[in-house]
């Protein structure tokens, strides 16, 4: 037998009532079952491999992620993000009207005057448009719901995106002590990016702040008793043949493992595989089989766009969350989703249904893993702080990779946020039912509501659709400029 765990346990120590009651008759994946719960630990059987997956039932055990692989996440999430965006001009330069005013002038310039007499009276369809028409009332759509949600964004996806090239500092240039990174710009210079402590920010100019005296303790992100995915993946090679490969993103991922020599290295791969929600593509031979972050499919469709977003989310942040799908079972499904096809490319087909909804609506877990990790982060820093003083700057890529690592959590916990924000309108699965029946739509307009912008007269525009399963209206949106100049 052999175990492969997530990170490290909390308490790598159990004393008094918190050492399991064992019967040495109890079949083994009981007993394992009992030791891993004691370690706050879920545990599943693959095999000859138990996976060990993190509970996360305290707020001080940080997701086992790295800094990498937040970033990662943060060009995925802006992959994905893009993919419907239509990308219109959202400034107002001179005398021209912003894309979205753009796209409504230019389809009420195209209408029939059979087709303005139908949009003031509620009759007419999107069915009925030509395919000119069409695509302006889609991209009028895809701006309301994906690309101003996306703006908002962006930033938190920039921040992740510059983080190894940014500093950290405990002061700002008004004087308040706190957590700050100052990131570089595309232009030169940079900017400030808070990272709020569990305490308010303190004017330094007031008594010494307890920033740096009784920070809150929290778990190391990558403990220093687990191992990495990269080393072992290194020791997993047969005699005359080189190891398999581990993508550069995966190499500082923490694990902790016990009796590998027991089994096969191929069972120890695909358990990693499970652990992390990780691609094993496999190959002839053994030096070319290689564990890469999982392949998202690139959403066909606004439905679609929840699933991808869960899945670009690193899965032990999901699990700290207490949101993770996916965890390691003996069922058919998670077997498929670790073992590659046969012409050795991942099966990315079974993936648990996210809860979106749920991820959308999280508040108090995201706030103490990002309270949790900055603490970690100051703890990690203040003896540079105490040396240089809390206007030093310190480089991240100087940092360890546990600091580095609660970086990364602090700002994935900052595009969640945003994400939250941006996406708190984002279509309901009934407004979603509606576009499969995009045709009964109804484009309709309210006289008396429109603006002179511009010298343009542009009219407000609602859509209403009908969910095609209970048969009620639904409004898809709108917008009036009224008052708008």
């Known amino acids: 037998m052999a175990f492969v765990a997530e990170g490290a346990p909390l308490a790598p120590k159990l004393t008094g009532a918190a050492i399991p009651d064992l019967k040495t008759e109890a079949p083994l994946d009981e007993v394992v079952s009992k030791i891993a719960g004691a370690y706050d630990y879920n545990s599943q059987r693959r095999g000859d491999v138990f996976v060990l997956t993190k509970r996360y039932t305290k707020s001080q055990d940080l997701p086992c992620v790295t800094l990498k692989e937040c970033r990662q996440a943060a060009d995925t999430l802006s992959t994905i993000l893009n993919t419907f965006s239509p990308k219109l ?83 700002d240039k008004q ?70 490969g581990v993508d550069e993103v995966l190499e500082d991922k923490p694990v902790t493992v016990a009796g590998i020599d027991n089994v096969d290295s191929m069972s120890i791969l695909d358990a990693l595989s499970v652990l992390y929600r990780l691609d094993l593509l496999q190959a002839t031979t053994w030096e070319k089989a290689r564990l890469k972050p999982h392949h998202i499919n690139a959403p066909r469709s606004l439905k679609e766009m929840d699933t991808a977003i869960w899945a670009a989310i690193p899965v032990s942040y999901l699990r700290a969350l207490h949101m993770d799908g996916d965890a390691p079972s003996p069922d058919k499904s998670s077997v498929n989703a670790a073992k590659p096809t046969d012409d050795g490319q991942p099966n990315s087909d079974a993936v648990a249904t996210p809860d979106i909804q749920a991820l959308m609506h999280a508040q108090e877990l995201p706030t103490q893993i990002k309270q949790a990790a900055n603490n970690y982060l100051l703890l990690a820093i203040q003896p540079q702080l105490k040396n240089e003083g809390l206007a030093a700057r310190i480089p991240v890529s100087t940092l360890d990779n546990s600091a580095q690592a609660a970086l990364g959590l602090s700002l994935m916990t900052d595009l969640i946020r945003t994400l939250q924000l941006g996406f708190s309108g984002f279509p309901h699965q009934n407004v979603l039912n509606c576009l499969d029946n995009m045709d009964e739509t109804i484009i309709y307009s309210t006289p008396g509501e429109e603006a002179r912008i511009n010298n343009q007269n542009i009219p407000s525009i609602y859509l209403e659709g009908t969910d095609p399963t209970t048969k009620e209206h639904v409004g898809l949106g709108g917008v009036r400029y009224f008052g708008h100049h």
């Open 89 to 171: 001009a959202t400034s107002v330069y001179a005398s021209r009207p912003n894309g979205e005013r753009d796209v409504v002038y230019s389809f009420f310039q195209s209408l029939s005057p059979a087709q303005l007499e139908a949009v003031q009276n509620k009759k007419l369809s999107y069915g009925s448009l030509s395919p000119t028409q069409q695509a302006l009332i889609q991209k009028f759509f895809l701006f309301q719901y994906v690309q101003m949600p996306s703006l908002k964004v962006q930033d938190a996806i920039s921040h992740l995106h510059y983080a190894h090239k940014s500093t950290v500092t405990a002061k």
């Open 175 to 244: 004087g308040y002590s706190g957590l700050f990174m100052e990131v570089p710009n595309l232009i030169g210079g940079s900017s400030l990016v808070l990272l709020p402590l569990t305490e308010s920010q303190t004017p330094l100019n007031q008594k010494q702040p307890s920033m740096l005296r009784d920070i809150p303790t929290t778990a190391d992100p990558n403990p220093s008793k687990a191992t990495t995915l990269g080393s072992i993946v290194a020791d997993l090679k047969p005699v005359k043949e080189k190891a398999p």
